[in-house]
C-alpha cells in the first residue's frame, strides 16, 4: 500500500475562502496536494482497482456503459486505509471545520474517473439530494488527479444557488447519479463557475450548490478524489431519505 505522505496545507491562508464560500457555495484552492501526494492517490488508485476491486462489494463501485471500465470508487474510508486516513487527516479537517459549522466528519472517500473517451456526464443536481442531512452542513472537496479542462469534462458550479435550499428532483436514470433536478437552472453556462483545475487543486462545495459535468469525449483522463465531510450536529431528514431510496432502487448503485 503507498504510504500517505504528510503535508500540512497552510491553513491560514485558507481563512480569506470561508467568506467566499458561505457566498457562492463553491471556493477553488489551489495546490491542495502537493505533486507528491496527488502521485502517491494515483498510485494508490491503480493498486485498489487491479488488486482489491474484485473483492468488494458490488456498492464499492459503479462502471460506465461498457460494463469494465470504472466510473466511480465508493466508500474507500471504508475499503482502503490510505483513503481513509488521507480523510481523516487533521490540517483537512481542521480547515473543513468552520465550514461545516462544527465538528467535522467523514461520511465518504470517492472518485470520479471520467475516463478518456466514454467518461459519462453528470446531471444537474444538489448533493444533498444522496446525502439526506439537516440542516445542509455538508460538503465535498472535489481533488483534481487529473489536470481539469474546457474539454474533458469539467464540472460547473451555479454560485449562490445553495440559499434556495432543496429544490423539486427527478429520476436521472444515469448510473451513479441516479437524481438530477426537475428543472434545468435558467443561468446560462457562460455565467456559471467552471472548475478548470491542475493536478492537486480543489473545489469545495455546500451540499445544496447546484452544479453538472458534461461527457468526456477526449483522449485526457479526468479523474478526481472526493472527500465528504458533515457537521457532527447534522441528521438525517426522512423526506430526503425516502426519495433516494427509490432512486437506489431504480439505477442501483445511486
Request: net charge negative; glycine share 6%.
Amino acid at each position: 500500500m503507498t504510504e500517505v505522505l504528510p503535508h500540512l496545507m497552510n491553513i491560514q491562508s485558507t481563512g480569506n475562502h470561508i467568506a467566499d464560500y458561505e457566498h457562492d457555495g463553491v471556493v477553488l484552492i489551489r495546490s491542495f496536494l502537493t505533486a507528491d501526494e496527488v502521485a502517491a492517490v494515483r498510485a494508490e488508485l491503480d493498486r485498489y482497482i487491479r488488486d482489491d476491486l474484485a473483492s468488494k462489494p458490488l456498492n464499492a463501485r459503479t462502471l460506465e456503459k461498457d460494463e469494465k471500465t470504472v466510473r466511480n470508487l465508493w466508500r474507500l474510508e471504508e475499503h482502503n486505509e490510505f483513503f481513509r486516513a488521507l480523510g481523516e487527516r487533521e490540517d483537512i479537517k481542521a480547515m473543513i471545520a468552520p465550514l461545516v459549522h462544527g465538528e467535522p466528519l467523514l461520511v465518504g472517500v470517492e472518485t470520479f474517473n471520467k475516463p478518456a473517451r466514454i467518461g459519462s456526464g453528470v446531471p444537474y443536481h444538489q448533493d444533498n439530494a444522496y446525502f439526506c442531512q439537516t440542516p445542509p452542513d455538508m460538503l465535498t472537496v472535489w481533488i483534481a488527479i487529473d489536470a481539469v479542462t474546457e474539454a474533458n469534462g469539467p464540472v460547473f458550479f451555479v454560485k449562490g444557488s445553495h440559499k434556495a435550499g432543496m429544490l423539486p428532483t427527478k429520476l436521472s436514470g444515469v448510473r451513479g447519479n441516479s437524481i438530477g433536478l426537475a428543472e434545468i437552472p435558467t443561468v446560462p453556462l457562460n455565467q456559471q463557475f467552471c472548475a478548470l483545475l491542475e493536478p492537486g487543486d480543489a473545489t469545495i462545495h455546500q451540499c445544496e450548490t447546484i452544479h453538472h459535468s458534461a461527457p468526456n469525449t477526449t483522449e485526457q483522463s479526468r479523474l478526481g478524489l472526493l472527500l465528504v465531510y458533515r457537521g457532527s450536529h447534522t441528521q438525517t431528514d426522512p423526506k430526503l431519505k425516502e426519495a433516494y431510496a427509490v432512486a437506489v432502487a431504480t439505477t442501483p448503485p445511486a
